[in-house]
């Protein structure tokens, strides 16, 4: 598990880390058992705080999705993945199918990311943010 | 965010021992200011500057030219005393021998013996220091792809903080001061250091210090900052914390309902441009409706304060000392 921390895209740090952690969990990347990176080896790669990566690990240990054990090592309990999302599956092969013919027709990065978009809108809508403050740019930690 | 998780076993408890007041947060203190003064001949680098910096944070320090950053470092370091307040590392003064063990400080001409090769320099290091951690020392200069017989003085300044970076963590510090390290050195040996020096913090739990005027520097390695200006403290605390005390209010600039209602919040400052208005404030109730408000990135928040030399100060809570009769004294 590599992390790629963006810091120009106003999403918290701790926030990617998290949501990285759990794409690959959905993926199948990560399995139950498996160890995360050390907040060591996490900053020595990325160069955030140390205290970012501790964030986030507890953050996903609130949600159950890992185990933190003192002086060993943080490790996953649960997959998010669904045997029907996984990297072989039939849907995957068929999205895949979809993108060749998406690339094929000349559309670029931004019009397929677009077309998914909304489609994925209308078909798994999402509630509107409560937040009263919305972030603007970076984040410290 | 404590960084106590962090700490390796038995060293906090060591703190505990040596730091006279304990804080209302239960943390300990591994820096803290109290009314601290330094005047040379007629000018005044620091005065009455307060503050406390908890075991286990990367600390910020920012402030314009002449605001006091490298007197604070060296009263720090020990090389110099203050002429008025205390100021205090693990609890002692930082000038004597046992305080002065724990700490390692990288100053901003990084000193290196020009005449000595990187290994007669690490050769130094191991002699002079009690504690010496010579593998990390040498992994840290070959990831620059230095040979360690080449001499220092045929380094570029960005190769010399690498070596001086080496030397200062070789020293198993566990205050580290770094005044303005990374201004000579190149963006992907930048990266490359930052991430040292992170990893080191995390896995020593070491505090550290460091200045920068390079704002986007900082953002992200820092938990915590310190403002200096004018010799005093101007902001100082968790960055998280910090973060959560301010908003930015976006708005029209509307003759009718003047922007940001002065009495309701504490204005940092305010900035318009030809309709709109920006200013950065410490809300005391909720914002009223008609402002789009945004929380500030940490830039945001250290240049509002950097431009506006009048603001009120801002030291959180686990910023602040304890005052204690005695340390007023």
């Not at chain 1, 240990?61 to 997959?79: A, I, K, N, W, Y």
Request: hydrophobic content about 40%.
């Amino acid at each position: 598990m590599e992390y790629l921390i963006d810091r120009r895209s106003g999403v918290a740090t701790y926030v990617q880390i998290v949501e990285q952690t759990k794409r690959a969990l959905r993926l199948g990347f990560l399995q139950p058992g498996e160890q995360l990176p050390t907040a060591r080896e996490v900053v020595e790669a990325t160069a955030i705080n140390p205290n970012t990566v501790l964030k986030a690990y507890r953050e996903l240990e609130r949600e159950g999705l890992v185990d933190s054990r003192r002086g060993v090592g943080t490790f996953v309990r649960h997959s998010l993945g669904k045997p029907q999302a996984a990297a072989d599956s039939v849907l995957h092969a068929e999205l895949t199918d979809w993108m060749r013919r998406a690339h094929a027709a000349g559309l670029d990065r931004e019009d397929a990311a677009a077309l998914i978009a909304s489609v994925l809108d209308a078909w798994f809508p999402v509630a509107p943010a409560a937040s009263t403050a919305h972030r603007r740019t970076g984040d410290a930690v | 965010m404590s960084g106590a998780s962090r700490s390796p076993g038995g060293r906090s408890g060591e703190l505990a021992r040596t730091t006279a007041d304990r804080h209302p947060s239960g943390d300990v203190a591994v820096l803290e200011a109290r009314g601290l003064g330094k005047r040379y001949r007629r000018r005044h680098a620091l005065s009455d500057c307060s503050f406390r910096i908890p075991a286990g944070r990367v600390c910020g320090l920012v402030g314009p030219n002449g605001g006091g950053k490298s007197t604070l470092m060296e009263l720090a370091a020990g090389l110099t005393r203050p002429t008025s307040g205390s100021i205090t590392v693990f609890g002692e003064a930082p000038h004597t021998a046992s305080a002065r063990r724990r700490i390692a400080y990288l100053a901003q001409d990084k000193p290196l013996y020009s005449r000595f090769t990187i290994e007669e320099t690490l050769r130094l290091g191991r002699e002079l220091n009690p504690v010496w951690d010579q593998d990390n020392a040498e992994r840290i200069v070959r990831q620059g792809e230095l040979p360690l017989s080449v001499r220092v003085g045929s380094l570029s300044r960005g190769e010399r903080t690498r070596v001086a970076l080496a030397v200062a963590l070789a020293k198993r510090p566990e205050l580290l001061l770094l005044d303005e390290p990374m201004a000579d050195v190149d963006p992907i040996s930048r990266h490359q250091l930052t991430g040292v020096l992170m990893a080191e913090a995390a896995e020593h739990g070491i505090t550290v210090l460091i200045s920068s005027h390079v704002l986007g520097e900082l953002d992200g390695i820092c938990d915590f900052v310190l403002l200096l200006g004018a010799g005093r403290t101007r902001l100082a605390g968790d960055v998280d914390e910090i973060l959560d005390r301010h908003r930015l209010l976006v708005g029209t600039d509307d003759a009718e309902d003047p922007l940001p209602e002065p009495d309701l919040h504490e204005v940092v400052e305010v900035r318009r441009t030809r309709r709109q208005v920006t200013a950065l404030v410490r809300p005391r109730v909720p914002v009223a409706d008609g402002w789009d408000v945004v929380e500030p990135a940490v830039e945001d928040v250290l240049m509002a304060y950097l431009r506006s030399p009048g603001a009120t100060p801002l030291i959180t809570s686990s910023a602040r000392p304890v005052m204690t009769p005695h340390a007023e004294r």
